[in-house]
């Protein structure tokens, strides 16, 4: 028996054999939603979907691919900012002149283990089989991305050894500070001490001693109430009920949390907790018929429309939080009111984005078609007004246009670098047609302008 275990053992392990220069991957990465060829790619990972359904392995066939659910527009929104981005600096003549960006852009589907499969995908070459000599290296230069804060930790991790930078433009967890764990990491807006430290003020501000705290069962949630409770408890506050949970956790453990919030003393409470998760919440507060409350929100949650208006007036009124500044990109909103799938080359990801927009389908003979009205093509995106194309944007889009800046203007230092005056051993500079991702990293900055 041990000596057959140890031959299938063996039998699993790939061998160069007699003609072995060849190597061949285990896997085939997934396409990336949405990719543009140039000299240069900038790698994206955004959550478009809310929801991942990983199907647990049988060990008897391929375990199959995770199933993405819950369509998330204002991320779709920031994934097109990315794109945007990216055109308007091919069409600048004085930043990275004769040098054209591509993409890749993935969904991680709110799930760390897409999230490192992305990254994965987009820091190793697409040949299935290679050549041990001849390997051909990926072209990425810096990972835009992640949303969530546990899929930045996961790819951060992937890609730091390799010396890739990474520019969040939504990650606020504050461990991803630490430069030790995750040399590569950057971000785009500010880290979680601060709003820990600015909610802290508000509960003192209004003389709330008494409160409530719910939290994303996530690191986002976990560090960034941990170091709320830590500031708060300074000003003499006492916490009545400390309770977490993850959208896919049982009804019955969402419903129980319901529960607590109804039948505690105090009617106030910090949610430190991320869209998705507020989402399900607010679901199940809506279904106990829970008013009356004063929810104190953090940045993931507190400006998203989670309900709808009316009952948004019933539920959430008198709602205070934190929030990074409003800021609008000129043309962003022109150029999302372009948008169309016959624009990009038939992406399946581009098509349910129309489909959940319009309410039809663009699939012909197909089951849902039967249910819903076919879509014409013809819709107008002008005129709406959601997540996608909210009234005034929030700051999240010029987050995503910050870091591809960020990344772009590195990649522009390094092309006007002159030898002899360089960043790099012996004053050399790194040649933007030859250049290692480290290099990248190593001009990638961002200066804190104080205004008088």
């Known amino acids: 028996m041990a000596l057959f275990l140890i031959f299938l053992l063996l039998a699993a392990v790939p061998t160069r054999g007699t003609q072995g220069t060849l190597c061949k991957r285990r896997a085939?990465?997934?396409?990336?939603?949405?990719?543009?060829?140039?000299?240069i790619?900038?790698?994206?990972?955004?959550t478009v979907h809310l929801e991942a359904i990983q199907n647990l392995p049988s060990f008897t066939i391929k375990p199959p691919e995770s199933e993405c659910r819950n369509f998330h527009l204002s991320s779709f929104r920031l994934m097109l900012t990315m794109i945007y981005a990216i055109e308007e600096i091919n069409r600048n003549k004085n930043l990275l002149p004769?040098?054209?960006?591509?993409?890749?852009?993935?969904?991680?589907?709110?799930?760390?283990a897409v999230a490192s499969k992305a990254a994965l995908a987009l820091v190793t070459s697409e040949e299935q089989r290679m050549n041990f000599t001849q390997c051909e290296a990926s072209n990425?230069?810096?990972?835009?991305?992640?949303?969530?804060?546990?899929?930045s930790i996961v790819a951060a991790r992937v890609i730091g050894p390799l010396g890739i930078p990474m520019v969040s433009y939504y990650s606020t967890c504050s461990c991803l500070s630490d430069k030790q764990e995750y040399p590569t990491f950057f971000r785009t807006i500010p880290s979680d001490n601060y709003q820990s430290k600015l909610l802290a003020e508000l509960v003192k501000t209004f003389g709330w001693k008494w409160i409530g705290t719910i939290r994303s069962n996530i690191d986002y949630g976990n560090f960034g109430m941990q170091a709320f409770v830590e500031q708060v408890r300074k000003?003499?506050?006492?916490?009545?009920?400390?309770?977490?949970?993850?959208?896919?956790?049982?009804?019955?453990?969402?419903?129980?949390?319901?529960?607590?919030?109804?039948?505690?003393?105090t009617k106030v409470v910090v949610a430190f907790v991320d869209t998705g998760d507020m989402r399900v919440l607010l679901q199940e507060i809506w279904r106990q018929n829970v008013t009356g409350i004063q929810w104190i929100g953090s940045e993931g949650w507190v400006t998203e429309q989670l309900l709808p208006s009316e009952e948004s007036a019933r539920f959430l009124t008198g709602t205070i939080g934190v929030a990074t500044p409003r800021t609008e990109i000129a043309e962003l909103r022109d150029y999302l009111l372009k948008v169309h799938?016959?624009?990009f080359g038939g992406s399946i990801l581009v098509k349910e984005f129309w489909e959940k927009v319009f309410a039809c389908n663009l699939t012909k003979h197909s089951s849902v078609a039967l249910r819903m009205r076919q879509c014409t093509g013809m819709q107008q995106l002008d005129g709406l007004e959601n997540a996608y194309l909210p009234a005034i944007m929030d700051g999240s889009s010029y987050h995503v246009y910050k870091a591809v800046y960020?990344?772009?203007?590195?990649?522009?230092?390094?092309?006007?670098?002159?030898?002899?005056?360089?960043?790099?051993?012996?004053?050399?500079?790194?040649?933007?047609?030859?250049?290692?991702p480290w290099q990248v990293?190593?001009?990638v900055h961002f200066i804190l302008i104080r205004s008088l």
């Not at 085939?28 to 000299?39: I, V, Y």
């Not at 003499?236 to 607590?260: H, L, N, W």
Request: with cysteine; net charge negative.
């Open 235 to 265: 000003t003499g506050v006492c916490i009545a009920y400390s309770e977490s949970f993850y959208r896919t956790d049982p009804a019955e453990k969402i419903s129980k949390i319901v529960q607590v919030i109804k039948q505690a003393t």
């Open 140 to 151: 990425v230069a810096a990972i835009v991305g992640c949303d969530i804060s546990t899929s």
């Open 406 to 436: 960020a990344v772009a203007h590195a990649l522009d230092d390094m092309l006007n670098c002159e030898e002899g005056y360089g960043p790099f051993r012996n004053n050399t500079c790194a040649h933007i047609s030859n250049f290692e």
């Open 41 to 46: 790619i900038l790698g994206g990972i955004f």
């Open 98 to 112: 004769n040098t054209t960006l591509g993409y890749k852009i993935y969904d991680d589907c709110s799930s760390s």
């Open 28 to 39: 085939k990465h997934s396409l990336p939603a949405l990719s543009e060829d140039g000299d």
């Open 341 to 343: 799938p016959s624009k």
């Open 441 to 443: 990293r190593k001009r």
